[in-house]
């Protein structure tokens, strides 16, 4: 297998040399413009990333806008999938082929050659929205992508996501990639720990 190669605008996630150890059969590109002007022309699929876990004083959990979505992928031509994950993110556009607008996302997959591209947008969907205390337990979709190309396995959790407690204190910086326990100052005394305990996460094929 090649390496990824990959150009990130400035607000873009930044190398590392856990990204420069990335290798996969996709050859990935990323750019970053001001303007988004890919159309819904007509129906795609798309995936929504649900999450479910146990809440304990935490409400309206839901990612950052800004977040990097870390998803692996499967070729719908060839049925490979990405040895390492790769990142989504609504901040980045890259310009389509033949000027077919722009996506957050595109790559081509090296197994079915330069004429199969896989592209992936960020889109509203009426079932997103964020997690609360109500849902604890439950899947809750909170994210929707469109996608051409590929399917979506798995969605990686890490940094980028915001709640607040059942009292109203704001916690704008959580990390899902493991249990995540925090204190409420505005809490009763003998309660104050809140806490997002046992994540799991569902790939949900939908229709655009």
């Known amino acids: 297998s090649s390496g990824i190669n990959a150009e990130y605008g400035n607000n873009q996630h930044p190398t590392t040399n856990k990204d420069n150890q990335q290798h996969s059969i996709f050859s990935t590109h990323y750019s970053h413009t001001t303007s988004h002007t890919n159309k819904q022309l007509f ?7 649900q999450i479910k876990a146990e809440l304990q004083g935490i ?11 870390r ?7 060839c049925h490979e999938p990405t040895e390492n994950p ?3 993110s609504s901040t980045m556009e890259v310009p389509q082929n033949k000027g077919h607008g722009t996506t957050n996302f595109m790559m081509t997959c ?8 896989i592209t992936i947008d960020i889109v509203k969907s009426r079932n997103v929205r964020p997690v609360t ?6 899947f809750v979709s909170v994210v929707c992508f469109e996608v051409r190309g590929a399917s979506i396995t798995q969605m990686i959790p890490g940094e980028g996501w915001s709640a607040e407690s059942v009292n109203g204190t704001k916690y704008p910086s959580i990390d899902l990639s493991d249990d995540w326990i925090e204190y409420d100052e ?5 309660d ?7 994540l799991e996460k569902n790939i949900k094929p939908v229709k655009l």
Do not use: R
């Open 43 to 49: 129906s795609m699929p798309g995936f929504e990333v």
């Open 86 to 88: 790769i990142y989504v």
């Open 186 to 190: 505005k809490a009763d005394a003998s």
């Open 110 to 117: 090296k197994v079915c050659g330069s004429g199969h591209n």
């Open 59 to 69: 409400t309206n959990l839901k990612p950052d806008d800004d977040i990097d979505w």
């Open 133 to 138: 205390i109500d849902d604890s337990g439950q």
């Open 192 to 198: 104050q720990s809140v806490s997002i305990l046992n």
């Open 71 to 77: 998803l692996n992928l499967e070729c719908t031509q």
